[in-house]
């Protein structure tokens, strides 16, 4: 799948008990030096001595203590982690899945194989569907928005207003994939915020005929009223929300610019939050989705949990960091019944690829 070896960073969060039960997480987001920060010098001496199990009192003083005005960023992606971790701690102690203490709805959810990675070749990408088409893989994502307006490959650095503004490669890279795996795979484009409206605008016209199950993040900042204005002009479904706090989403919601909903347990406010959002999303009767290994959890928890993400990238990690990580068969991911999370930590990997 890759021509040269892929590096990823991976920041564990351990919370421990006086009991001996370790909760597990992962910090999420951006700006990961000043979460870790605001985790060891504030967050970790508000949370010591506190009931571990009290997931709704601790994110009632975490958010009191800290974030008042209900800011995004930092707060967020700390907050969010340690709650994952407290859930994992309440598990354990309950002898029981987290899935099965949130709601215990449905323990297999839909699964898709992001791997559209923008490096690839039209070539190499319509391989690469062939090649997860062949695993029994059922529902396939793209990236897209690949280049700036210098033709460079830029997924990240250039602002909306100076990336490219013609969707001809991207179609037909999308057309390569349609072509190579037919009709009956269920196709997804995610661009990653990085597109202003009216480019947004252009990809959805010339992606109209290819039969996308939805165009994920189209829209620089998430902008809910221009994510609204785009779902009026375009057949596609839009989704959104991946790295939103709890009050983003509820605006994606109430502007009714989404048709799906991305909640991510590590950005929302963790499992406590996370919960919240997914009975906001289900009240305008909106499916949830997208994630990673965290949010199984909660979708399967939920009646409306509808897709669970395996990015490529981030499924090799999960395989390599953590033990018998769950993984889509024919189109599906199942949850276990371990306790918590039920991931175990690699140990020996953490020690070998640790930091220094």
Known sequence: ?????????????????????????????????????????????????????????????????????????????????????????????????????????????????????????????????????????????????????????????????HREDNPAEDEARLRAVREAVGESVELMADANCLMKYDAALRWCKRFEPYNLMWFEEPIVHNDPHLLAELRKQTSIPIAAGQWENFFKLCELVKERAVDFLNIHVLSVGGFTMGMKAAGVAQAFNLPVGNGDHFDFHLQAAVPNGWRAEFHVNNWLMWDVLYKEVPGPVNGWVSLTERPGLGLELNEDAVKEYRMK
């Not at 700006?31 to 601790?58: C, V, W, Y």
């Open 1 to 161: 799948m890759f021509k040269e070896p892929v590096r990823s960073t991976v920041r564990l969060l351990k919370v421990k008990t006086d009991g001996g039960i370790v909760g597990v997480a992962q910090i999420g987001g951006f700006m990961h030096s000043a979460t870790i920060a605001f985790i060891q010098n504030d967050l970790a001496p508000l949370l010591k001595g506190k009931d571990p199990l009290e997931n709704e009192r601790l994110m009632h003083q975490m958010m009191w203590k800290f974030n008042t005005r209900a800011h995004a960023g930092v707060w967020n992606f700390a907050v969010s982690a340690i709650d994952v971790a407290l859930w994992d701690i309440k598990g354990k102690f309950y002898n029981a899945p987290v899935w099965r203490l949130l709601g215990g709805a449905q323990q297999s959810i839909p699964a898709y194989i992001t791997f559209g990675l923008r490096a690839y070749s039209r070539d190499e990408l319509a391989e690469a569907a062939k090649y997860w088409v062949a695993k029994g893989q059922s529902r396939l994502k793209i990236q897209v928005g690949r280049l700036d307006i210098r033709g460079q490959m830029d997924p990240s650095g250039a602002g909306a207003e």
